[in-house]
């Protein structure tokens, strides 16, 4: 069974500073891999996704996740961080079985910029 | 605009009661799933269901229903069977056709059960 693990489970930042949020997925065939960003309260907002093609992917508010096969990981980062840019960051993988897709989603890391 | 919709954004129930979460979208997407969230343990799968009429059990169905009569619609009950229902749940939908499998979420419900 696919599983995906955030071994962060909160990290603090400087305003202005970069910023790299790991995540590691386990599954046997290539993957689809998704970032997703959760405000307090609120649902969660697609960031970037990967499904084959140029491992460096960019997304939404100057995000960028890199795949690397060799490693199962597909870490999350962006060059400076903005305060807006506190919340809840997830991880997830997209695997299919019997004509089924199913997403698992990591545990989460949250991110607190500070001044 | 379109997208998805979840109503109440808090709810209250009496231990004992079941509960009815709703969710709608107007994307078109085939595709809708029920999560449920607690602190420090992410996104967990309750039901989700890929066509109208057919709904298939997630990681944490005991204790919830949910029933697919039209493709805009699947609700979530939550019954008095459900041992710890007091939690965030998020309703997603995705498109699946064109080969993405991206989902899109709605603001979530709160429910609390005293």
């Known amino acids: 069974a696919q599983s995906v693990t955030q071994p962060d489970i909160h990290i603090t930042v400087s305003e202005g500073a970069s910023l790299e949020l790991r995540c590691n997925y386990s599954?046997?065939?290539?993957?689809?891999l998704f970032w997703y960003v959760q405000s307090p309260g609120q649902g969660l907002q697609l960031l970037l996704k990967?499904?084959?093609?140029?491992?460096l992917v960019q997304g939404i508010k100057g995000f960028e996740a890199e795949f690397k096969r060799s490693q199962s990981s597909f870490n999350l980062r962006k060059p400076s961080v903005h305060w807006s840019d506190a919340a809840e960051y997830f991880c997830?993988?997209?695997?299919?079985?019997?004509?089924?897709?199913?997403?698992?989603f990591g545990t989460g890391t949250k991110l607190q910029v500070i001044p | 605009d379109g997208g998805i919709t979840q109503s109440p954004k808090y709810l209250f129930r009496k231990e004992g009661q079941n509960v009815t979460l709703s969710c709608e979208q107007n994307?078109?997407?085939?595709?809708m799933y029920w999560y449920r969230q607690d602190p420090g343990q992410g996104l967990r799968l309750i039901y989700y269901?890929?066509?109208?009429?057919?709904?298939q059990k997630g990681d944490i169905a005991e204790g919830y229903s949910v029933s697919r009569e039209k493709k805009e619609s699947f609700p979530l009950t939550v019954t008095s069977a459900q041992k710890n229902p007091t939690a965030f749940y998020l309703c997603a939908s995705s498109i699946d056709r064109d080969g993405t499998y991206e989902q899109y979420f709605g603001p979530g419900t709160r429910l609390t059960v005293t």
């Open positions: 990967y499904f084959s093609g140029d491992t």
């Open positions: 599954y046997g065939a290539t993957p689809y």
């Open positions: 997830a993988v997209v695997a299919f079985s019997g004509g089924y897709q199913k997403v698992t």
């Open positions: 269901s890929q066509i109208v009429n057919d709904f």
């Open positions: 994307l078109n997407h085939d595709a």
